[in-house]
């Protein structure tokens, strides 16, 4: 296992910026990945802060726990998909957060690790599934690809992927499969590109991208996850306490948008989302397509009727509201 992290956080000064860290808060990063945003939360809320991190990789745990470990009981991890936030408050008993990120990029530590078949630089199994054990999808791109109708094919194609071509990718994925089953991601990725011209998207991007995309978030059942655990999150945010999301495509940024919307709670921190800088994007070309929206729990909502589910069973437990 790699001791260290490749991967690259994005947006981190606007990001804290949003989420303004004190000496003394409480703050949970729902997407540990690399570490970089929890050390910035942990130095920020420095000397008796603490943070929360969660990750459905295990691998990124374990770094964490050595790289963190000289923080004592200021850092918390916990391995789980942050789809489960509110079961995991209610077990750990959390009262409520200053602050809360979510980061809903891939890690590079994943993205460049084959065997999660996430990625089609190199050959790896057609798995896409994010975590392990209990914490991982029930299903895999591979069952997918190889068992569901060309019209769902297509489908989550076009959904998740945004993908004009769908059809024609959904039709050349069963053809394939006539064949033989379709079990490695270069295979895979072969196929999605015979379907397509040669020209097509004139080389901006690789022609499997969006397929890959839409299969790793119908594995995960990403935007489902997503929903619940905002929903969570905003009934875990203490008043004034603020939550900022780093969003890469626009299904997720569409998601937040609206959820922040819809809870008059919240104040809305970013009337438009913020991008990174020109600088950044020229030293990282992965954090092009970020957008960071933030919000922030109004001083008197606890006199607001919410719809929070989480915020009605944490009334329920200890008989206060968050």
Not at 108 to 119: Q, Y
Not at 143 to 168: F, K
Not at 194 to 215: D, K, M, W
Not at 255 to 271: A, M, N, P
Request: net charge neutral.
């Amino acid at each position: 296992m790699k001791t260290e992290s490749i991967h690259i956080a994005v947006m981190t000064d606007q990001l804290m910026e949003l989420v303004a860290p004190r000496a003394g808060g409480s703050y949970l990063d729902a997407t540990l990945g690399g570490g970089t945003h929890t050390s910035e939360l942990l130095e920020r809320s420095g000397p008796d802060g603490y943070v929360v991190s969660l990750d459905v990789d295990a691998k990124a745990l374990e770094r964490a726990k050595k790289h963190f470990k000289a923080y004592g009981s200021r850092w918390q991890g916990i391995h789980t998909n942050f789809g489960d936030l509110e079961d995991v408050a209610l077990r750990q008993g959390w009262k409520g957060f200053d602050g809360m990120i979510f980061d809903l990029g891939f890690s590079s530590d994943e993205l460049e690790d084959a065997s999660k078949g996430l990625s089609f630089k190199e050959d790896g199994p057609l798995d896409m599934r994010l975590g392990s054990g209990e914490a991982a999808a029930r299903f895999t791109a591979e069952e997918i690809v190889n068992s569901w109708r060309q019209e769902e094919l297509a489908e989550i194609i076009r959904t998740y992927g945004e993908e004009r071509m769908a059809g024609r990718i959904a039709r050349a994925i069963c053809d394939a499969r006539k064949h033989g089953r379709i079990s490695r991601t270069m295979q895979l990725a072969e196929v999605v590109a015979s379907a397509l011209p040669r020209n097509y998207e004139r080389g901006r991007i690789h022609p499997a991208t969006r397929t890959f995309q839409a299969l790793r978030i119908a594995v995960n059942d990403e935007l489902g996850v997503l929903k619940q655990a905002l929903e969570a999150a905003i009934g875990l945010l203490k008043p004034e306490g603020r939550i900022a999301v780093i969003s890469f495509h626009s299904l997720e940024d569409r998601i937040v948008k609206h959820l922040f919307k819809q809870h008059e709670e919240l104040e809305i921190l970013t009337k438009k989302p913020l991008i990174p800088t020109d600088e950044e994007m020229a030293e990282n070309p992965r954090s092009r397509s970020a957008k960071l929206r933030g919000a922030s729990k109004k001083s008197n909502t606890q006199k607001i009727q919410t719809n929070n589910k989480y915020a009605k069973r944490l009334r329920h437990v200890d008989g206060t509201a968050t």
